[in-house]
Nanobody, 126 residues
Framework: QVQLLESGGGLVQTGGSVRISCVAS????????VGWFRQSPGKEREFVSA????????VYGDSVKDRFTISRDNGKNTVYLQMNSLKPEDTAVYYC???????????????????WGRGTQVTVSS
């Protein structure tokens, strides 16, 4: 069973940048889709970004497009989310997820993923 561990969150000023990471153990990310989602208090889980199983396709939520970048290092079994030009509304717990059966059209659907991390908090101060 794949276990995911996020890290790198913290307190960042508006306009700043941070990179969060997600390391997988108990299985390989190679050949699996990986996604980032976020959730803030009182709100539903929101799609942030995802990378397709073959690594070629990258998709982003409208609210983070052109500011966030997803990448992966299969050799390190790690997926990253580089977040730039951060805004207070980006404050949330960020979760990574993975699944071997996620098709391209379902990359933004949290129900399509099999394994989830426990999340890392990112707080953007105004």
């Amino acid at each position: 069973q794949v276990q995911l561990l996020e890290s790198g969150g913290g307190l960042v000023q508006t306009g700043g940048s941070v990179r969060i990471s997600c390391v997988a153990s108990g299985g390989t990310l190679r050949g699996s889709a990986v996604g980032w989602f976020r959730q803030s208090p009182g709100k539903e889980r929101e799609f942030v970004s995802a990378n397709s199983r073959d690594g070629a396709g990258k998709v982003y939520g409208d609210s983070v497009k052109d500011r966030f970048t997803i990448s992966r290092d299969n050799g390190k079994n790690t997926v990253y989310l580089q977040m730039n030009s951060l805004k207070p509304e980006d404050t949330a717990v960020y979760y990574c997820a993975t699944g071997r059966r996620v098709i391209t059209s379902s990359l933004s659907n949290p129900s399509a993923y099999d394994y989830w991390g426990r999340g890392t908090q990112v707080t953007v101060s105004s």
